[in-house]
């Protein structure tokens, strides 16, 4: 029997045990926001060391940072084959409010073909999926490709240490390409390989016109309320095309040409399905662009929050000293996430009135990235999705943002392939997130394939 023949049939043979592991690994809650589970993120670690050990990976290592672990480890017995360093977070989202789940967060309750669990989809789903793929290919010999391991604990927490970790250990983590696992693709029967990710920059504004909150009577009309000033700031973010107005903004901003909007194109899409799925009446947005165009190949700006003054039942008649706004900008590759700090900020000094106070804090950044969709290491992903899913992937652009890609990206010299089988509908960070089951398996095959065919 050949190595593909092999490692499909014991995917096949193995379904049920692979079923209760799956269930182990999702029951262990690794909340990288709080502290009290900074012991299971551990144990979620020592459990994927151990995973990687028992599969022939070598040099296994749970590496500390100053926050939670890097797992590591390899194989390199094949000098005249890719190595592949396949990224993945262990780390899941904080499963409130509870009351809103219909089953255990970390119960891993199957209802029809589905699992509930925090963290089956995001991304322990997609994790566990590729380490079954590999234990299939280690039971037939020699592993086809080098295989380097990186596992994250902090991606719920936006990845503060690893940076530093990727810059430290740069030659260790050398690599032809990255296998990046936190994927998903279109729907249950039709793959999709993103190519495109948008990158992100998170600020915090705060606004100040007084040294303490004041009386209405007896200042107002008198002196500036911060929060018509944030409010007039904000409005000003975008014209009345909707275009962002900070300086500089587009500058880097890749224009979209016919090969790519084409691309776009093929990817299934309804702007009634998407109103649906967003609960709005309208939709919004740059004019000139699509709304697959809006969300994967263009930059955004939004408010996320915004407060100052009394919010309390009742009425309080006062003017606030200070009032608040967090912004966060999506950006597409080549934007600067550090430069569009300055963009705001010039544009802050540039509308704020004079003898008001401000402070522009930046949260967390990462930058966008595109890659190239005819690489030989794509066209390995393409064959294998059509092997297994007996159709074409389609190739989407992703407004959301994976920061390690583009991360890799500058620091290594390497694309990543987004190589996974969640689903948007998933419900990943909310109540009842899901896995479809039938994806995982199919998944395992994928991955068998893809790495043979590299």
Known sequence: MSTLDGAIQFVRDNKDRFLQEYKELLAIPSISTLSEHNGDVQRTA???????????????????????????????????????????????????????????????????????????????????????????????????????????????????????FVEENKERLACDVVLNCDAGIHAPDTPAITYSLRGLAYFELKIQCAKKDLHSGLFGGSVLNPIHVLSEIIAGLHDENGQVTLPGFYDKVRPLDDEQRELMKAVPHSDDEWMEMAGTKALHGEAGYSTPERVGARPALDINGIWGGFTGEGAKTVLPARAYAKLSARLVADQDPAAIKDQLSTYLQAHIPKGVDWELHQHSSGPGSTMDHKSSYMQSAIAAHETVFNKTPIFKREGGSVPVVGLLQQALGVDSIMLGFALPDDGIHGPNERQYLPNIYRGMEVYIHFLLGL
């Open 46 to 164: 020592q459990w994927l060391a151990d995973e990687l050990t028992r599969h022939n990976i070598e040099n296994v290592e749970i590496i500390p940072t100053p926050g939670h672990p890097v797992v590591y480890g390899e194989s390199l017995h094949v000098p005249d084959k890719p190595t592949v360093l396949v990224y993945g977070h262990y780390d899941v989202q904080p499963v409130d409010p509870l009351d809103e789940w219909d089953s255990d967060p970390f119960g891993g309750e199957v209802r029809g073909d589905y699992i509930y669990a925090r963290g089956a989809s995001d991304m322990k789903g997609q994790l566990f999926t590729h380490l079954k793929a590999l234990e299939a290919l280690a039971r037939q010999g020699t592993l086809p490709v080098n295989l380097k391991y990186m596992l994250e604990g902090e991606e719920e927490i936006g990845s503060p240490n690893l940076a530093a």
